[in-house]
């Protein structure tokens, strides 16, 4: 008996040390792929923040500065612009939030409704250029600020259906 007492003793603690092991190991590797989950939630959200701001921040600019604006002609290898004095940074923060968004978003109506939020704004930059300052039709202006709406809502129930906390089961009261 002391012999076989000797023996499970020893290999008791082993299976006990590799239960513990594996049992670890699972909760650790659940919890980074929540975490990860999480991260690209997030991602995500701020992709839908940044380029709602960046849409709105363009329109303001355009709409309540008296600055120089005009349209660039095409030609036969571009379809033309406009040159809005002063736009750089929101250009830029537009083109850094419409390329952060296409990466990450998986949802293809989001994708859709900040397309049309875009030509939305480039109707009214056109309308800027052509009208002068102060002389964007109300109609275009609605239809700009109806599109910034359309992405909210739509990229609010995208990230509602993606969340790593419902899909988890988990409710948030």
């Known amino acids: 008996m002391n012999a076989l007492?000797?023996?499970l003793s020893p290999l008791s603690a082993v299976i006990g040390v590799i239960i513990g092991g594996y049992i670890t190991f699972r909760s650790q590797s659940r919890q980074k792929n929540v975490e990860f989950e999480i991260a690209v939630y997030h991602r995500k959200?701020?992709?839908?923040?940044?380029?709602?701001?960046?849409?709105?921040?363009?329109?303001?600019?355009?709409m309540y500065n008296d600055v120089p604006v005009r349209e660039v002609p095409g030609n036969e290898t571009t379809k033309g612009s406009w040159?809005?004095?002063?736009?750089?940074?929101?250009?830029?923060a537009y083109d850094e939030a419409i390329s952060q968004l296409a990466i990450v978003m998986t949802s293809q109506e989001v994708v859709?409704?900040?397309?049309?939020a875009?030509?939305?704004?480039?109707?009214?930059?056109?309308?800027?250029?052509?009208?002068?300052?102060?002389?964007?039709?109300?109609?275009?202006?609605?239809?700009?600020?109806?599109?910034?709406t359309e992405f909210a809502e739509i990229s609010r129930q995208a990230?509602?259906?993606?969340?790593?906390?419902r899909r988890k089961g988990v409710r948030r009261h």
């Open 5 to 7: 007492s000797a023996v």
């Open 45 to 62: 959200q701020d992709a839908c923040i940044a380029l709602l701001q960046a849409v709105r921040r363009y329109r303001r600019y355009a």
């Open 83 to 92: 040159a809005i004095e002063g736009s750089e940074p929101y250009i830029q």
């Open 112 to 116: 859709e409704a900040a397309r049309d």
């Open 118 to 148: 875009h030509w939305k704004l480039l109707k009214l930059l056109r309308s800027r250029a052509r009208d002068g300052f102060g002389q964007i039709p109300t109609e275009i202006v609605h239809a700009c600020r109806a599109a910034e």
């Open 159 to 165: 990230l509602q259906e993606e969340s790593p906390m």
